[in-house]
C-alpha cells in the first residue's frame, strides 16, 4: 500500500517550484542538484551505485518523483530494490526498451528491469513514438515480448516491420510472418473501452502486487508540458487506468517523471547523445515557465489524488 507522504529525488527543481504539490503532501526531499548533469539521461554504474545508497527500500512505498523525463532510468534503481515478485506497469509514449548501450539510459532502463527476476510482468501502455518504427524497433527487447514477460499498448500506431528476428504471438501483438521479416499488429488503445481494457489486463497478471510508474509525455500537451515529444493520452483516459489498477492490485511502489528542466550537460559525449535524441520542438518549447509549472503541478496532484483515493 502507498504511504501518503512522497518522495522527491532532487535533481532539477523542477518538483521544488510545485508549491502547491509539496504543501499538500509531506514530502521527504533528497538532495541530487550536484550530480543532475552526470545523472541526466543515463548513469555509469558507480553513479547509479552511488545514488542507490542514499535510497532506503523501507521508502519505497512513498510516491516519488523524479523530474524531468530526462532521469526516468532512475525508476531501474528503485525497482531493484524489490524483492518479491512484481507485475511493472509503465505509463510512457517512449517504450524505454532498447537493448543497447548505455545499460543504464532513460531509452533502456525497461529492457535492464526486465533482467530482474522478480519482474514477472512488464506492461507497457501508451507508447506511440517511432521506436516502435523500424529501424528503432530493431534493437527493442523483443525477446521478452516473445516470451510473453512485456506486453505493449500503444495509444495509435500503424503496423510495424522487424527484419530477420523471429516473433512468437503475444496477446499485445498480432505477428504475421513473412520470409525474412515479421509484420507487428499493435493493439491500440485507441480503439478500446479503457475501463473494459484495463479489468482484463488485471484479470490476467501472474501477481496482484504491482509497481508503476508515470512518465507525463504519455500525455497530451493540454494536460502536461515536458523537454520531449508528447503523447496521445488525455490526463482522465490515463486516471480512469490508474484508478482501476490501484483498485485491484496491491501497489507496492510508485514514481512519477515527465516534468520540465532543461539542465547544462558538461559531458561532450552526453551533450551530443542529447542533442540526437531530443526533439527540436518539444510540448514546453517557449512556453511561459509559470505555464509549464502550473499545468505539470496539476496533473501530478490528479495522479496523487487518483492513487489515493
Not at 507497457?124 to 518504427?133: E, M, Q
Not at 509525455?217 to 490526463?235: M, R, Y
Amino acid at each position: 500500500m502507498l504511504d501518503k507522504r512522497i518522495r522527491v529525488l532532487n535533481f532539477d527543481n523542477s518538483i521544488i517550484a510545485q508549491s502547491n504539490l509539496l504543501s499538500r503532501y509531506p514530502a521527504k526531499i533528497i538532495e541530487f542538484t550536484a550530480l543532475a548533469s552526470s545523472a541526466r539521461l543515463y548513469l555509469s554504474k558507480k553513479l547509479r551505485r552511488e545514488i542507490s545508497n542514499f535510497l532506503i527500500p523501507q521508502e519505497r512505498n512513498y510516491p516519488t518523483f523524479l523530474g524531468s523525463g530526462d532521469f526516468h532510468h532512475l525508476s531501474e534503481i528503485l525497482i531493484s530494490q524489490i524483492n518479491e515478485p512484481v507485475c511493472l506497469i509503465v505509463f510512457d509514449f517512449h517504450p524505454d526498451w532498447d537493448t543497447l548501450p548505455p545499460r543504464f539510459g532513460c531509452g533502456s532502463w525497461v529492457a535492464t528491469a526486465l533482467k530482474n527476476k522478480n519482474i514477472s510482468k512488464c506492461l507497457l501502455i501508451g507508447p506511440s513514438s517511432d521506436d516502435l518504427s523500424f529501424p528503432a524497433l530493431q534493437t527493442a527487447n523483443l525477446t521478452a515480448l516473445a516470451g510473453n514477460r512485456l506486453e505493449i499498448y500503444p495509444y495509435k500506431h500503424k503496423p510495424s516491420r522487424v527484419y530477420l528476428r523471429r516473433l512468437a504471438q503475444n496477446r499485445s501483438i498480432d505477428v504475421k510472418r513473412g520470409i525474412f521479416s515479421n509484420e507487428i499488429t499493435w493493439q491500440e488503445l485507441e480503439k478500446k473501452d479503457l475501463t473494459d481494457f484495463t479489468l482484463k489486463l488485471i484479470k490476467n497478471l501472474p501477481t496482484k502486487k504491482a509497481y508503476i510508474s508515470i512518465d507525463k509525455d504519455c500525455l497530451k500537451k493540454e494536460f502536461s508540458l515536458t523537454n520531449w515529444e508528447q503523447g496521445l493520452l488525455s490526463l482522465d483516459q490515463l486516471l480512469i487506468m490508474l484508478r482501476l489498477i490501484c483498485k485491484d492490485l496491491d501497489i507496492i511502489g510508485l514514481d512519477i517523471t515527465g516534468d520540465y528542466s532543461v539542465g547544462v550537460i558538461s559531458n561532450r559525449v552526453k551533450a551530443f547523445i542529447s542533442r540526437l535524441d531530443h526533439p527540436k520542438e518539444f510540448s514546453a518549447h517557449n512556453c511561459p515557465v509559470d505555464l509549464i509549472r502550473l499545468v505539470n503541478e496539476q496533473a501530478n496532484l490528479a495522479i496523487l489524488q487518483t492513487v489515493f483515493s
